[in-house]
């Protein structure tokens, strides 16, 4: 039996919710979003908590309630969840901050390259067979990292399934159309890298809200 009522997340109603956890880290995610302390990587570190920790457990029977709750998919909680232990990795393994690789990948990157079984061996290759190093993937967007990363599968071989079969993967709903989602991540970076301005200029409350929706429109079109 589901806890609470099926609706979308809002600030007002996330205080009928039982777990004090999840209301602090949806609470962050909100923020993340809305201009306040925004940051895509906010809202991936929340969607990280609450699902490493299950923290949706005790007002959602299952993770896919959960994702209708904040308005997205089982999939792309993963892909987040995803992104954020790949930075701890790479944090761990290359001697970076984790506000360094955060500056160096945005999410959408950080979970294609997740994807990868042998990272160690993609790095030598970056070195050795490309014009690039590990920290090259700064400079590259999202979609260049996507084409990269399938041409090093390409040719050793070594590709994690799930980064390009999620689509047809219906055994399991938490990796289901991953891949698909990944665009809409840079898509929302630039998006909301405009509406706050750093891109220069005021940005009309109308037009943001009006992107807003196009956006939740998009990621209709993904998940459907």
Do not use: C
Request: charged share 30%; glycine share 4%.
């Amino acid at each position: 039996m589901e806890k609470k009522k099926m609706e979308l997340m809002t600030m007002d109603n996330l205080n009928e919710l039982n777990s004090g956890q999840l209301k602090k880290e949806l609470r962050n995610m909100l923020k993340a979003v809305s201009g306040v302390n925004k940051s895509t990587w906010a809202y991936a570190e929340s969607v990280y908590w609450i699902m490493h920790d299950e923290l949706f457990k005790l007002d959602f029977e299952t993770a896919s309630n959960f994702a209708a709750y904040v308005g997205t998919s089982p999939a792309t909680l993963t892909m987040y969840k995803k992104a954020v232990e790949f930075t701890s990795y790479i944090a761990a393994e290359y001697e970076y901050t984790s506000n360094g690789v955060k500056d160096m990948l945005t999410v959408g990157k950080a979970y294609i390259l997740s994807t990868i079984e042998d990272f160690p061996a993609f790095v030598e290759w970056l070195k050795n067979d490309t014009e690039y190093e590990i920290d090259g993937l700064r400079v590259m967007s999202d979609k260049m990292v996507k084409e990269i990363v399938k041409e090093f599968n390409a040719i050793y071989d070594t590709a994690d399934d799930t980064a390009d079969d999620t689509a047809d993967d219906t055994a399991d709903d938490t990796v289901d159309g991953s891949e698909n989602a990944a665009p809409y991540i840079g898509i929302i970076e630039k998006v909301e890298n405009y509406m706050s301005g750093e891109n220069g200029g005021r940005v009309p409350d109308d037009f943001k809200q009006m992107v807003k929706e196009l956006i939740s429109e998009y990621v209709s079109v993904l998940e459907s």
